[in-house]
Each structure stands twice: as structure tokens, then as C-alpha cells.
């Protein structure tokens, strides 16, 4: 019994260590690759950050409002948080490299489906980070026609403007990654549609009034002027 | 001569001094005698009649035309039979002769003015304009402005004022007494019968006076010319009547009558504005000018002229328009006299021979008989340093010798300095070195005038004017008879390119009468042509 | 030399009949009938009375008007005039219309212009709005003669304007020109201009006619270069300026957007000159300056303060990326003055102008929205202009612009800071 036990466990720590030794040199790889993953990603991180630096992307960021949410968050700046990225994207995708290099075919299905998958993650981001940029752009724009028109409550507009086009945004990337895709689909049409008949009730019964100065300044009657009315600055001529 | 009522109206007339003309006596003045040696270089020229300015007795103070004796020739021209020669010589060359009546006036030396003066009874004292006081006639201009303070002098001798338009010397005679009228027409007579073939009527505007008017163009005035052209048409039918008459064109139109007045008068409005309009390079003072005038009975004729004995009027012109000829052609202010610049025409275009071309080409092809001021046509020039308009009354220039060939006598002797500087001097322009050259402005001259001859729709055809876009070319087409003439002149000193509509003459051929070549036929589109500067064409509008 | 290919056949066609001018005046047009003859007729007369020994011509380039000003501007006539004219127009009197296609615009238009001015030759040009409605004969001569009899290259006008009209051009425009470039212009967006010859060939030749410019940054860019470029500039007194009901009243902020960016983009331009620049010059003036009893307007600035005030407060995010801290605090401060009191001083209004100036050049946020939030910092400091001189008379007042003037100059070395610190830089 003694020698079965021997030779059971022999055969079995030489079984063991066959595929040990079978096994170490994809161990090895993978950590080969694992290094030279690390220094690609920091040369990489490098050259991303020059080349944001090149770009303007703080700039951009700025203009996007995600330098201010970001600060506000605690976070890096924009550059550094990109090139971050960058540096954790490239190494995480060597790691995975590394694990495919291990020969695990179910492992292998993964990485594959991960790799596969990193392109809409990357296009999501877009999408949310144009959604962003176009966001504060129009609200702002909104913001300020607003505030020239002399409306009441311009900032409430301009929240409205960005609050719409960010949830547009955000509807986009999820579907882009295919999260969710119906449930964010319905959602979405469902609070778009409910804000806008909110929206039309509001200013139906509620802003009746200021819907009706409105459109009368839009489509002025034809009266007679009193001679005693005053000429408002917006006539005297500014050029 | 043959007989042709209307003769003046194909003519070429030919304006000159006989003074000024040839000296073939040696006393350093022109006479008839000369003149009439020089005939043969006038039909060479080709003009067609002669008018000479006064030649009858006179103390010379108006340079002639303060006339002493109405019936005979100043003893310095010659005698009634020298004339009477030259008349017979003209015509025998087919040139009528054409000469000037004074009729407004006399010299105080007249032996009329001197019995009207001597007594208020003396019959010959309403033949003249008397009164006791300068107040009458308030309303009437001074015409010779840089000499004369009143058109009334003061007699010593009876005492009273007299009546003078023009110089003092020359009281106006009394058109209201029917004596004087009736001497005139024997004056008029007494020439007609002899054969001369047209009277120039000087001042005919000022005949008649009426308090409170201006004196001028009175009904009064154009009775007395009525008068005159009822006797003239019985006795004499193919004589001509040409009035001097400086007004504005419907003022001067009345000069016609119904065709029962005068038979030509000048174009006195238009003469200023052919000089103006290449000065500007625009053609809208002389279109202006040919706006302004008025259609004139059938037989009647304008007479046009580019320059005259007397200084370039520009009386009838506005206030801007003379100005501007003062600044661009008198620049000199010994040039001005009057209310004119006291140039030829040589001076005036600044010895530039287009010029003087393009000018003769509207000369010659405008609506009216033609008159060329003598000397012109070889470029002579002027002095304006000599008084009153002497400047332009310089002896002829024959050639580049002694005394230009004008006179045998000694220099010191002639009548007037003769034009001797390097530009314009005897030596370079007269007529023996032109006569020599094909290329020269006579030469020149004489085939213009030919081309004019050639054809009768320039002195008697319709002027139908041309508008083309660039202003700077004068355009019309002449018509007579069917025949048309196109006429098309570059009033710039630089090329031009013009593009006229003459659909109205489609699929005739324009062939340029210079140099007989035929253009291309006239079609749909408008007709293009280019001008070099100062160039014009004439085109017949043939239909082949 | 300019491109004139844009040119129509029937244009060059016109243009050669004309030949070459001396005087050259222009009156672009689109859907003009109400005030066009009257600018015609002004111009035939003042021609005739003024030139009538030169060769002139007048031109109108027209964007394709749809109310038949083309054909008012060819009939045009004067001949009920002609009789009370001393002068007869010796010359044959020019008119050509020039009708361009594309975009109706000052640009076109004036281009059409200046290559009519080579093209013939002009040695003077004078361009008219069409729509002045107190265009007399006399402001053709005004404006011709300094360019033409002078030597001048550039001829603004000056108006004898209201109180308070114009105050964009007197507040904001002519004294930062004149702190900029040196030049005391008090009209550099006018519509009504003359020019010499020399200088319409010089605008042709640079690069702006490709670019958007945009109707009044023409105005500026021309003032603004002939000024760079070294062209002689005066001034011309033309009278009273009455213009129809203001088109641009209903659209103040369109109005700054578009003056006040082009003024902003031609300080880029010419940077290189300004930044080196210092001091001003007063303009030589001609013609006979008088005081005309114009109409008093009837202001009213309470709507204006309340919705100041609202939207300061509002506008606070979009301001803080243009502005100063310390400068956006001294603004909010108005916000509590009572109306009565309501002040934007001239320290104040410089300095917010010149930052804003200087964000534009840095982009710091869109150029667009950065013009647009000036508007209501605009309108606050022209009611505060009102309250402060409403029973000013005239004379003050312009001791006041003389004064606003030199604030604007005294404050320039701040302007150069700001302009030229780096992108990005502290706020």
C-alpha cells in the first residue's frame, strides 16, 4: 500500500510537475509580456499626454465642462486622466495578452470577447464626452440668448438644455455598449416624452400669461402709439 | 455763274481780309489786285465762295467796319475796278463772292453823321439815334465791354446824345425813319447789281431800339429784314442774306423768318462747344447745343465756323462753361477780350494737327454751310500781344521768305508784324512748304473739302443723332435723298472703342470715304468700331 | 491685382463707356425703394454742383433687391432741380448699376466697387448708405473733396448725432481704436465714407475679401488698416444723421456680435502694430461744424436695470471664464446699486472691455457666446450712461467721450498684459 501511495503520489507530483514545467514557460511569457506591457503603457502614457498637450484636450475639456467636474470630483485633470486611461487600457490589454499567451481556451474565449468589446467602449466615451462638449456648448448658448432676450429664468433654459442633451448623450453610449439597450431605449423616450408634455402643460396653463406677452412681442398688434410713451433704450440706434 | 438759288448751301465758304491777303502793290497792305492773283490757290483749296470783310472807305478804327462811304472801295484795297476784276476773276472761277453790310451803323466820319451832327434840322439828323438825356434804353447790355462805359456818346457839336452798340465812333443809324431803310437798299443794290452774290448783315440784332427792353431781336428789327428780303427776292432771287446775329438759337431762329428774312445766319451757340466738348473729351456739349436748335425753314441754312475775325465768343454760354474755356484755353489773360479768347484755332489746339483734323471733320460734316477763317488751313498761328483782335488778323503766310511772300515791301512797312516765332512763324508754316507735301495740313484740307463736295448730304442732309455708350464719341448719320452718311468722331486723346446701334441701316456696307475701303456689313448685333485718339470716320452707308 | 472674374459682362461692358473718372461715388443697395432716390438725387446734385468740371460716376452695386430698387436708382432725376442749379454739368452725367450675385453683402458690394475704382482709374471715391435719410448734396463734396483736392487717403465722417445715439460707436468702438491704433476716429463703422483712389487699390489687394467679414467688420477692418498701413486719415463734418427706424434695435446682441467681434478679430490682426503703439492723435477735420436742435429721445432704463440684475447673477459661470475675479466682483456690486444710482463707471467699463478683448484673442470660451455675454454689460453701462447725463447738454457729453478716450488709453498697458500673458493663465 505504501508503495501505491508512493507511486500514486510520484505519478501524480511528476503529472504535476510536467504540467508545471509545461506550464511555466506560457507562465513565463505572460510575465514577460506583463513587463514589456507595463513599459509600452508608460511610453504610451508619455506619448498620450504630449500628444493631448498638442491637441488642446484641456482645452477641450473646459470647454466641455469636464475640467470643472473633475476638479470638483478630485480627480486628476483631463490630460492626466486620459493618458492614465490610456496607460491602464494598453496594460490591462497586454495582462490579457499575457493570459492568453497561458493557453486556456476558455480564458482565450474571454479575452477575445473583451477585446472585441474594447472598440464600443472607446466609442461610448466618445459619445459621451462629445454629448458633454455639445451640452455646455448649447446650454450656455441658450444661457445667454436667453439672458439677452430678457427671458425670465434663463438659467432654469439653459439647465433644461443641458439636462436634455447629457441624458441624450448618456442614452447613446449605453446603447453603443449595449447595456441595457431596451430598458435605456424606453427610459429614455419615456422621460423625454414626459418632460416635453410637462413642458407643454406648464406653458399651456400655467405660463398662459407668459406665453401670451410672449407672442406678443413676437407678433406685435397694430396700435396707435400714445404720444407720452416712452422710446425704450433697445431704439436709440447703438451705431 | 450758274444759276442756283440755293448755292449757299453747298458751299465752302472761305473768310478773309483783304489786307491781310496778298500785297501785290508793294505798300505793305493787301488790295483786290492781289487778292485776285491769289484765286487760283482758293479754287485749288477748293472752296466755293469768299467772303471779305469791309473793304470801303472808313477811318480804320473798328478795323473796317466804321464805314465812311458805303458805295466804294477804301483807296488802300484799290479802286471799284480792281473789285469789280476780282468779282469777274471769282466767278469766272466758279467762286461767288460774299460781303458785309454794315447795316447797324456808320463811322462818325460818314458824310451822313456828318450833316445829321451839324444841325438839328438837317434832314439827314434822323438817321440817327439822338436824345437829350443817356436814360433811354436802360435795359440794353454794352456789347465791347473792355472799351465802352454807355451805348450813348455825348455830341459837343449839337449838343446831345447819340446812340453807339458798338464803338463811340460808330453811331447806330435810325432804322425807324423809312429813308434810311430805303438808302440801304440802294447801298444793297448797288453791289447786288454789280454781281457780288451775298451780303453778310453785321450786327443785325441791334437794328431797332425800344425803351424797356433790351434792345436786341426787337419784331421791329425783323421787319426791317423783311422789309429788305421783299426787295431782295424781286430784284435779285439767287442772292443770299447771312445774318451775324450772336444769340441763342431761338433767338437767332427768328433771323430765318418763314423763310422771309435771312437765308443764313451763324451757329453761334455751337462754335464754343465743339472746343469744349474735346477739351472735356465728352460729346455732351456739342449734342447739347444741336438739342437746342431749332428746325429752320427748308431754304434757310446755319452757318457754321470753327473760328472768325473776331475774338471766340462765348457769350452764349453759361457762367461755368466759360470759365472752364477761360482756364483751359486762355490761360494766358492777355488772350481774353471781351466776353472771348482772341486765338486761331492753331494756338487754341496747341499745334496739335489731330485736333485741328478732328475739328475740320465736324466742321465739315455738321448740319450748315462750312466757313474756314483764312489761314487756318495751314495752321496759322497768333499774337495776342497786338490790341483789340489784330492777333488774328496777321498777313497771310505764302512761304518762308521775304515777308512770308505776303508783300515785296519792307518789313517795317506792312500793315501788321508777321508771326515769326519758332512754332508758328512764316518760316515753318505756310503755304508754298504745304503745297509740297501730300502730308500736310492744306493737303490735308483740300482732300477733306473734296470728300465734303463729293456728296450733297452734308450741306443739305437730316442729322439724326447717334447714342452710344461711351461718351467720348460723337456719332450721326446724315441723310439726303436716300444717301446716308455715317459720321463718327474719338473726341479723346486716347483710343475708343464705341459700339453703335445701327440696325436701322442693316445690311448696308460702310464704306469709308477717306480711303474708299469697304467695312463689314452692318447686321444684328451692335456695330463695333475702334478710334485712335482724335480720329474720326465718315462712312457711306451703301446698299450692296 | 484683384480677381475680376466676379465682374458681369454688362458691368465691364458699362464700365469702359465710362472710361476713366476722377470721382467715383457708390451706393450699394439691397431692397432699398423707400430711401434710394432720395440718396440719388443728392449725389447727381451735389456732383453737378460740386464736380461739374470733373469726370464722375456713380455706381450702385445691388445684391439682388426684389422691390425694384434698381430700377428707382436708373430713373432717378434731378431735372425739377436743374433750375435751381447755377452750374450746368458741363460733362455727361454717369450712372451705372451694377447688380452681383451671391450672398447680398457689404462685401461684395464693395469689392464691386473698388474694382470699378481701379478699373477706371478713380482718384477719389465716396461710398453712401442708402438708407440716410438727411443725405444732402453738400456730404458728397464733403467727403469727396478731402480724398480727391487734399491728398487724404481715408475720410470718416462725423454726424451730429442725438445725445444718446450711437453710444456703441462713442462708448465702445472709437475709443478702443483710438487707444489701439492712435487714431482719434469718431466714426470707424460708418456706412458713409470717402476713400482715395490709391487706397481702394490697396484693399483689393489684401487677403480679406475671401474671408467672412461680415457687413460692419468691413467697416472696421478698413478704417483699421488704413489706419496700420499708413494712409493719410481726417475726418469730414456731414450734418445730421437721421437714419430710418433702427433695423438692429429688436437685435442688440446680433448688432455686437458682429461689430465688436469684428473689432476684436482686426486687434489680432494688427497686433503686431497696436502692441508697439502708444498715444493718439486728433484727425484733421474739414468742413463747418454746426449744432443741429435734434428731437430728445425719451429713455426709459428701469427694464434694463431689473433684467441687469437678474441676469448678472445668471450669467456668473459664462463671466467667470472672461473676466477677472476682481473685476466680475465690481460688477456683481452693481447689482445692488438703486436705480437712481446706477453707475458703471469708466474704470470699470474699460477694464471689462479690454479683458474681454483679451479672453477673445485666448479664446478662452467660444468667440460667439464670449460677444454674446457682453450685451448685457453693454446695456447696463449705456443706462448708466443715461441716468449719469440725462440733462447733460451736448458739450458735456463730449467731454465726457474725450474722457472715456483717454480712460481707454491710460488703461492700454493693462489691455497688452492681459493680451499678451499666456493661454490659459491665472483668472
Known amino acids: 500500500m505504501k508503495d501505491v501511495v508512493l507511486r500514486s503520489l510520484h505519478e501524480t507530483f511528476g503529472k504535476f510537475g510536467d504540467m508545471l514545467l509545461q506550464f511555466l514557460p506560457h507562465l513565463l511569457v505572460m510575465l514577460i509580456i506583463f513587463v514589456v506591457g507595463w513599459f509600452v503603457a508608460i511610453i504610451l502614457k508619455f506619448v498620450t499626454r504630449r500628444i493631448f498637450a498638442f491637441v488642446r484636450v484641456s482645452k477641450l475639456s473646459k470647454d466641455a465642462g469636464i475640467s470643472q467636474l473633475l476638479s470638483k470630483a478630485d480627480l486628476p485633470p483631463a490630460s492626466e486622466l486620459f493618458s492614465s486611461l490610456v496607460f491602464w487600457v494598453v496594460w490591462f490589454g497586454f495582462l490579457l495578452i499575457g493570459v492568453d499567451a497561458l493557453g486556456v481556451p476558455e480564458l482565450q474565449l474571454e479575452v477575445g470577447k473583451f477585446f472585441l468589446f474594447l472598440p464600443q467602449i472607446f466609442v461610448a466615451l466618445l459619445v459621451l464626452f462629445g454629448g458633454l462638449l455639445a451640452a455646455n456648448f448649447f446650454s450656455r448658448a441658450a444661457l445667454l440668448a436667453a439672458v439677452n432676450a430678457n427671458l425670465p429664468s434663463a438659467r432654469v433654459v439653459s439647465g433644461f438644455v443641458r439636462f436634455i442633451i447629457i441624458l441624450l448623450a448618456v442614452a447613446m453610449a449605453l446603447e453603443q455598449i449595449a447595456l441595457a439597450r431596451s430598458t435605456v431605449l424606453i427610459t429614455f423616450a419615456i422621460a423625454f416624452g414626459a418632460i416635453m408634455l410637462a413642458l407643454a402643460i406648464a406653458f399651456g396653463s400655467g405660463g398662459r400669461d407668459a406665453a401670451h406677452r410672449m407672442l406678443d412681442r413676437m407678433f406685435p398688434p397694430p396700435e396707435p402709439k400714445k404720444p407720452e410713451e416712452r422710446t425704450k433704450q433697445e431704439e436709440i440706434s447703438p451705431l | 455763274m450758274q444759276s442756283n438759288p440755293l448755292w449757299y448751301k453747298d458751299a465752302v465758304i472761305y473768310e478773309l481780309h483783304v489786307r491781310a491777303f496778298y500785297d501785290s502793290d508793294g505798300d505793305g497792305a493787301g488790295e483786290f489786285k492781289g487778292l485776285t492773283q491769289k484765286l487760283d490757290y482758293l479754287k485749288d483749296l477748293g472752296v466755293s465762295a469768299v467772303w471779305l470783310l469791309p473793304f470801303y472807305p472808313s477811318p480804320w478804327r473798328d478795323d473796317g467796319y466804321d464805314i465812311s462811304d458805303y458805295t466804294s472801295v477804301h483807296s488802300a484795297y484799290g479802286t471799284l475796278d480792281d473789285f469789280k476784276t476780282f468779282l469777274d476773276e471769282a466767278h469766272r472761277r466758279d467762286i461767288r463772292v460774299i460781303t458785309e453790310l454794315v447795316l447797324n451803323h456808320t463811322s462818325d466820319q460818314h458824310p451822313w453823321f456828318q450833316q445829321a451832327r451839324g444841325s438839328r434840322d438837317n434832314p439827314k439828323r434822323d438817321w440817327y439815334v439822338w436824345s437829350e438825356t443817356p436814360d433811354r434804353y436802360k435795359d440794353a447790355r454794352i456789347i465791347f465791354t473792355d472799351t465802352e462805359q454807355s451805348n450813348w456818346a455825348w455830341d459837343i457839336s449839337s449838343k446831345s446824345y447819340y446812340w453807339h452798340r458798338f464803338f463811340s465812333h460808330q453811331p447806330d443809324l435810325n432804322y425807324d425813319n423809312p429813308a434810311v431803310r430805303e438808302e440801304m437798299w440802294n447801298v444793297m443794290r448797288f453791289w447786288l447789281e454789280m454781281g457780288v452774290d451775298g451780303l453778310r448783315l453785321d450786327a443785325v440784332p441791334y437794328l431797332v431800339e425800344r425803351d424797356g427792353t433790351s434792345c436786341e431781336n426787337l419784331p421791329e428789327t425783323h421787319d426791317v429784314l423783311k422789309f429788305l428780303r421783299h426787295r431782295l427776292d424781286e430784284n435779285f432771287p439767287d442772292k443770299m442774306f447771312l445774318a451775324e446775329a450772336n444769340q441763342w438759337p431761338h433767338d437767332v431762329r427768328a433771323y430765318f423768318g418763314s423763310a422771309d428774312e435771312c437765308h443764313m445766319a451763324f451757329h453761334f451757340p455751337l462754335m464754343p462747344r465743339m472746343f469744349m466738348a474735346i477739351k ?178 452734308f450741306s443739305r442732309g437730316t442729322m439724326e443723332m447717334l447714342h452710344p455708350l461711351n461718351h467720348r464719341v460723337l456719332a450721326y448719320v446724315r441723310e439726303f435723298e436716300g444717301e446716308k452718311i455715317l459720321v463718327v468722331s474719338n473726341l479723346s486723346s486716347q483710343a475708343q472703342a464705341a459700339e453703335l446701334d445701327l440696325r436701322r441701316w442693316k445690311g448696308t456696307v460702310p464704306i469709308e470715304m477717306f480711303g474708299g475701303n469697304p467695312f463689314p456689313r452692318i447686321g444684328d448685333l451692335l456695330y463695333l468700331l475702334t478710334l485712335g485718339p482724335y480720329h474720326f470716320y465718315w462712312f457711306r452707308l451703301r446698299q450692296l | 491685382m484683384a480677381e475680376t472674374a466676379q465682374l458681369s459682362d454688362e458691368f465691364i461692358r458699362q464700365l469702359s463707356a465710362v472710361g476713366e473718372v476722377d470721382v467715383l461715388v457708390g451706393i450699394p443697395t439691397f431692397n432699398n425703394k423707400d430711401t434710394i432716390e432720395r440718396v440719388v438725387r443728392a449725389v447727381q446734385i451735389g456732383l453737378t454742383k460740386y464736380f461739374h468740371r470733373d469726370r464722375c460716376v456713380l455706381i450702385n452695386p445691388d445684391g439682388g433687391s426684389t422691390d425694384g430698387t434698381p430700377e428707382i ?347 499678451t500673458a499666456k493661454a490659459g493663465g491665472d483668472r
Not at chain 2, 285 to 296: F, G, M, Q, Y
Not at chain 2, 323 to 329: A, G, V
Open chain 3, 73 to 419: 436708382f436708373k430713373n432717378a432725376s434731378v431735372s425739377d432741380f436743374e433750375i435751381m442749379l447755377t452750374s450746368n454739368p458741363l460733362r455727361t452725367f454717369h450712372r451705372v448699376s451694377a447688380p452681383y450675385h451671391g450672398i447680398p453683402g457689404k462685401e461684395t458690394a464693395l469689392r464691386t466697387l473698388f474694382v470699378a475704382a481701379d478699373l477706371l482709374r478713380a482718384k477719389a471715391c465716396a461710398i453712401l448708405s442708402p438708407t440716410s435719410l438727411s443725405v444732402t448734396p453738400e456730404w458728397v463734396e464733403s467727403l469727396v473733396r478731402p480724398a480727391y483736392r487734399e491728398n487724404f487717403d481715408f475720410v470718416a465722417p462725423l454726424y451730429q448725432r442725438q445725445k444718446f445715439d450711437g453710444l456703441l460707436v462713442k462708448g465702445l468702438l472709437s475709443p478702443v481704436v483710438r487707444a489701439a491704433y492712435g487714431a482719434r476716429i469718431r466714426e470707424p463703422v460708418a456706412g458713409d465714407f470717402g476713400l482715395s483712389g490709391k487706397l481702394a487699390r490697396h484693399f483689393l489687394d489684401k487677403n480679406i475679401w475671401d474671408q467672412d467679414m461680415t457687413t460692419f467688420g468691413l467697416e472696421i477692418w478698413m478704417t483699421t488698416t488704413a489706419i496700420v498701413d499708413g494712409f493719410k486719415i481726417s475726418e469730414s463734418f456731414l450734418g445730421p444723421r437721421i437714419q430710418p427706424a433702427p433695423q438692429f434695435g429688436q437685435d442688440l446682441p446680433g448688432t455686437i456680435r458682429q461689430v465688436v467681434g469684428a473689432l476684436f478679430k482686426c486687434l489680432e490682426m494688427h497686433e503686431s502694430y497696436w502692441l508697439a503703439h502708444s498715444g493718439s492723435e486728433a484727425l484733421p477735420t474739414f468742413g463747418f461744424q454746426y449744432d443741429v436742435a435734434l428731437e430728445p429721445l425719451k429713455l426709459s432704463t428701469k427694464t434694463i436695470l431689473d433684467n441687469f440684475r437678474s441676469n448678472i447673477d445668471q450669467l456668473v459661470p459664462v463671466l467667470e471664464s472672461i473676466l477677472t475675479p476682481a473685476t466680475l466682483v465690481d460688477i456683481r456690486k452693481m447689482i445692488d446699486l438703486p436705480d437712481k444710482q446706477f453707475r458703471c463707471a469708466d474704470e470699470l467699463w474699460v477694464k471689462t472691455i479690454y479683458e474681454f478683448a483679451a479672453a477673445y484673442h485666448h479664446s478662452a470660451i467660444n468667440r460667439d457666446h464670449l460677444l454674446q455675454a457682453l450685451t448685457p454689460l453693454y446695456r447696463a453701462r449705456v443706462s448708466s450712461f443715461i441716468l449719469e447725463n440725462a440733462k447733460a447738454p451736448a458739450a458735456k457729453l463730449e467731454q465726457k467721450f474725450e474722457d472715456l478716450g483717454q480712460e481707454f488709453e491710460r488703461q492700454k498697458p493693462y489691455l497688452i498684459d492681459r493680451w
Open chain 2, 280 to 457: 472735356l473729351e465728352d460729346r455732351k456739349p456739342v449734342v447739347d447745343a444741336l438739342d437746342r436748335t431749332p428746325a429752320i425753314p427748308a431754304p434757310c441754312q446755319w452757318g457754321i465756323f470753327l473760328r472768325n475775325h473776331d475774338e471766340l465768343t462765348l457769350e452764349m454760354v453759361t457762367m461755368d462753361e466759360r470759365d472752364y474755356m477761360y482756364d483751359e484755353f486762355a490761360k494766358d489773360a492777355r488772350a481774353k477780350l471781351n466776353l472771348g479768347i482772341r486765338r486761331r484755332l492753331a494756338p487754341l489746339m496747341e499745334s496739335d494737327r489731330r485736333r485741328i483734323e478732328l475739328l475740320n471733320g465736324l466742321l465739315m460734316s455738321l448740319p450748315g454751310t462750312p466757313i474756314i477763317y483764312y489761314g487756318d488751313e495751314i495752321g496759322m498761328g497768333d499774337n495776342i500781344y497786338l490790341g483789340d483782335r489784330n492777333g488774328v488778323r496777321t498777313p497771310m503766310q505764302w512761304n518762308g521768305g521775304w515777308n512770308a511772300g505776303f508783300s515785296a515791301a519792307d518789313p517795317e512797312r506792312l500793315y501788321s508784324a508777321l508771326i515769326s516765332n519758332p512754332l508758328y512763324g512764316y518760316q515753318i508754316v505756310n503755304v508754298e512748304s504745304q503745297k509740297r507735301s501730300e502730308h500736310s495740313l492744306l493737303s490735308w484740307m483740300k482732300q477733306l473739302i473734296r470728300v465734303r463736295k463729293s456728296t450733297r448730304v
